[in-house]
């Protein structure tokens, strides 16, 4: 059973109408007790991290969700979700979940030229992945150059390169599915990236717990 970690940072109805179109089971829930026997979580997200931190402390997800990745099932993190994974949020300054190493930078903090070059910010509509670091479960059946929907202005940095699966070029090399042991996280939203997106989230359904 998949659970939905709602915790109100942001429309998630998208995410489950997703997984119904699948024929997946799914639990959606603002309490942590309901999701404890799911074998596999979804944490979404949109938004502000700073307001996402807050959210998730005063719904107990955010002991909940460190619990829960230390039993080795299962965690996909998509969009905000994919990014307060991390240590550490240039968004409010926000010390987030810690659960992978690494930080979240705004496009200028990376490249303070990146808007005069001609790229808008936020990083909005479609863009191709390209695959590194070998193979990733999530990924399985999905070839180079296919397409997803992008909806942000903060990238992820990894502090170590090779939990990076694939990337986005949008002036800079962009990671956008991430795999550092039981976790894995799309920058992209595949619930809003139609046959490529609902691949991703068969292939987290079908992973061995």
């Given at each position: 059973m998949i659970g939905i970690v709602d915790y109100n940072a942001g429309n998630i109805t998208s995410v489950a109408r997703a997984l119904k179109s699948l024929g997946m089971e799914y639990i959606l829930s603002k309490k942590p007790s309901d999701l404890k026997d799911c074998d596999r979580l979804i944490f979404p997200g949109v938004g502000d991290a700073a307001y996402a931190m807050v959210q998730l402390k005063e719904t107990e997800?955010?002991?909940?969700?460190?619990?829960?990745?230390?039993?080795?099932?299962?965690?996909l993190g998509i969009c905000l979700g994919s990014q307060i994974i991390f240590?550490?949020?240039?968004?409010?300054n926000t010390e987030c979940l810690g659960l992978v190493k690494g930080k979240i930078s705004h496009f200028e903090s990376l490249d303070k030229d990146i808007v005069s070059k001609g790229f808008k910010i936020p990083h909005m509509g479609w863009n191709n992945l390209t695959?590194?670091?070998?193979?990733?479960p999530l990924l399985?059946?999905?070839?180079?150059?296919?397409?997803?929907?992008?909806?942000?202005?903060?990238?992820?940095?990894?502090?170590?390169?090779?939990?990076?699966?694939?990337?986005?070029?949008?002036?800079?090399k962009v990671p956008s599915v991430i795999q550092s042991g039981n976790i894995f996280a799309c920058q992209f939203h595949p619930e809003k990236s139609g046959k490529a997106g609902l691949a991703i989230l068969k292939n987290f359904g079908d992973l061995k717990c």
């Open positions: 997800f955010d002991t909940f969700l460190k619990d829960f990745v230390k039993t080795g099932k299962p965690l240590d550490f949020s240039e968004e409010g695959l590194k670091n070998g193979d990733c399985k059946g999905l070839p180079e150059n296919s397409d997803f929907y992008f909806v942000h202005s903060y990238v992820i940095c990894p502090e170590s390169d090779e939990v990076i699966k694939a990337t986005a070029d949008y002036g800079i």
